[in-house]
């Protein structure tokens, strides 16, 4: 339980600095001791700047990107009825093939018929990896780097 305790002050730590847990912000490749919580999507380099890319399981999807402002994440499930979306365009965009819903690259609802936002989750870069917790919602304007 410890352990666990440690790894949520660490997202907490993640979210309220916005670097991700990372120390010192070294371009990143996130120096840390302790391996995240959530899922290692792939090294940095996977996403550069300006990319979207679908990873995380069928039964846990998720789009990873990243902008200037640094690493996020956010759920691949429309919240309209649960469809898993598309793979995102080079802007970022995906629709929900069951009944034609869009969303931007932050997950923002562009056409309906959704009506609320993809949910963004924490992310973390620990040496030079990045990792998602999507057990941890953030705001979307929440960025690692």
Known sequence: ?????????????????????????????????????????G?????????????????????VGQDTGGYFAFTAICPHRGCKVGSPSGTGATTCPCHGAIFDGNGAVTKGPATSPLQHYAVAICNGHVYVDSSTAVDPSTRSN
Request: glycine share 16%; aromatic share 6%; hydrophobic share 25%.
């Open 43 to 63: 090294a940095t380099s996977t996403y550069p700047s300006g990319t979207w890319k679908a990873a995380g399981s069928n039964n846990d999807p998720y789009i």
């Open 1 to 41: 339980m410890k352990h666990r305790r440690r790894a949520h002050r660490s997202w907490v730590r993640a979210i309220a600095l916005g670097d991700g847990g990372s120390s010192g912000g070294d371009s990143g490749s996130g120096s840390c001791t302790t391996t995240p919580a959530g899922v290692d999507v």
